[in-house]
RNA sequence: GCCGCGUUCGUCUAGGGGUCCAGGACGCCGGCCUUUCACGCCGGUAACACGGGUUCAAAUCCCGUACGCGGUACCA
């Protein structure tokens, strides 16, 4: 580590207008591990200059996705820092500031042009090629602003009251251009960027002064966003420079797309395909953060090796920007899933444990042990930790569960007609056990077939569907020894009532 | 329209002039294991957008085209 080098401060910035989308998540995650990666810190600041859009319950739900996900920030609006405040809309003074000096240096000025008039003018020199015209160094000369207007009336305005926002001057004829810690050499022609507003008519900053003004004062070192920014950049660039600046290191991340790549993952195209796109809505779909973390970070990143699941820390050490792709990634559900029941294998019984109890609907701890030894049979069989008990309801004893249906498909094809025959003899054997242990039951059923001269399976199968209704689930024997003696001697012979019938059927497939 | 950024198996990606008739992972298909279902293991399917250059040699460098995405707001 270079030791004359600042420290690393870098933000994630969301602005409070609803609930954090994964886009969201993924871009404070790639800041999170920056900031550790380079021992530095990771700042969480709101960026609530949009009262139309704002929304109350914003920030705590962005704050809780964050924490869900185990991102914690360093500083923030709840974890405070030297650098407070960090809602911008606590910071207005500042940004005033800033608009005044700007306007003071000549770099920027005072409109009074209405939306209305904005748009008259953009009709007025639009042409086939240019559709939608600028304010710019082109048009300003023609609108009500203090760069056109005589002094006087610009005072007079002003005094007066009226209405104005503040815009910055963008001069043409320059190349703005920088590195792209992603993307490498990007530069844009002055006069392809408009004069943007600076401070709007309601006395608010915009983003794009807001945020060079925060990240200035804040002394973020790296500014590590969406794609969606990089158009923006050069204006960004120039704000640095009119304020005598010296601008942080630029990184622009790509995009998630949504399945099938058309446009960025959208709550609308989400929500049409039942796919999760807020952090709430995957922790409520029942998604590990582990597991979410683990698939977005791997959206756009890679660790330079086959390595796939990582852990928050293992990524925060691995981490690095030249390893971030450029292409828009698309949103893959499957995979997530796949990561989810990853994770779930990495349990401890305990800890599997404790992430299903985290769901409710049974209890868990007063049944502790029992849960245990079905967690342990279970675990390579659960993909969510939330529908554990569902799953596995039939391995507890009666009279939780008894099963009174017998999946059907199942019952044709494990249910012959000498399973009531074998079955009961079983039932009457399994009675007369001392020692209920997998390798007694097993042993036992092992030798009812060969006396009877037929396969273990012959036995196994129907058994497994009078224990549980299902074919599918842990090992039998195994299953019985959860069970006890008495459920299952209980459950073989209630099959054997209600399935034997099938003896009847004469064109039963053998 | 204009500006910018992208483009390797269906998806996430490795690769940065020769070791690539392109490697891994997810998915899918097949097999093994096995009392079932899973897990695991083994194998298979499948890609360098297109066209020109540069070079002895290009997935890799350059140019163009196409396509995709983003931006083009007093939203962030």
Known sequence: MDYHAPRVRVRFAPSPTGA????????????????????????????????????PEAEENILSGLLWAGVEPDEGPEQGGRYKPYRQSERLLLYAVYAQRLVDEGHAYYAFDTPEEIAAMRKRFATKENPSPKYDASTRGEMANSLALPPAEVCRRLDRGDEHVIRMKVEPGERIAFEDRIRGPISFASEDIDDQVLIKSDGMPTYHLAHVVDDRTMWITHVIRGEEWLSSTPKHLLLYRYLGWEAPEMAHMPLIMNPGGKGKLSKRHAQANGLPVTVEQCRDAGYEPEAVVNFLARLGWNPGDDQALLSLDDMAERFSLDRVGGGGVQFDVDKLGWFNQQFLRTLSVGGLLGRAAKWGGTDFYTRKEHWERIVALMQSRVAFARDLPETCMYLFPDPEFDPDTYDERSVEKRWA??????????????????????????????????????????????VRLALSGVSGGPSLFAMMGVLGQEACARRIRKAVGALGLRLLTPDFPE
């Open 417 to 462: 007609p000498d399973s009531a025959d074998l079955l009961s003899a079983y039932a009457d054997r399994l009675g007369e056990l001392q020692d209920f242990g997998a390798e007694q039951t097993e042993t036992t059923l092992r030798a009812l077939a060969e006396d009877r001269g037929v396969g273990a399976a012959r036995i196994i199968h129907p």
């Open 20 to 55: 954090l989308h994964l886009g969201g998540l993924r871009t404070a995650l790639f800041n999170y591990f920056f900031a550790r990666k380079h021992e530095g810190v990771f700042v969480l600041r709101i960026e609530d200059t949009d009262q139309a859009r704002f929304t």
